[in-house]
């Protein structure tokens, strides 16, 4: 992202997993828009998650689909 900005490190393998099955099986809101927002900080280490995050692009909360959204931002504005 931006120059100011330091980079992620990679997070054991199990801490992206552990944040997509959040993403998958979570029906708390709450706890899936911390899981896209935590996810986010990996750009594109996190790339695996990208399906789980687009099913959530059809989710009935707006808060739910915008962390979706910035988290799928995020993933693309670090691949290149």
């Known amino acids: 992202c931006g120059g100011s900005e330091p980079e992620a ?3 054991p393998p199990d801490t992206i997993t552990l944040l997509i099955e959040r993403l998958d099986k979570s029906q ?3 706890t ?7 996810l ?3 750009g594109s280490d996190a790339k695996a ?3 789980a995050l687009r099913d ?5 909360d707006p808060a739910v689909r915008a962390a979706a959204r910035r988290c ?4 693309g504005e670090q691949r290149g």
């Open 28 to 30: 708390d809101s709450g």
């Open 32 to 38: 899936r828009i911390m899981a896209a927002g935590a």
């Open 40 to 42: 986010s900080h990996y």
């Open 72 to 75: 799928l931002d995020k993933i």
């Open 9 to 11: 490190k990679m997070p």
């Open 49 to 51: 998650a990208e399906p």
């Open 56 to 60: 959530m692009l059809e989710d009935g």
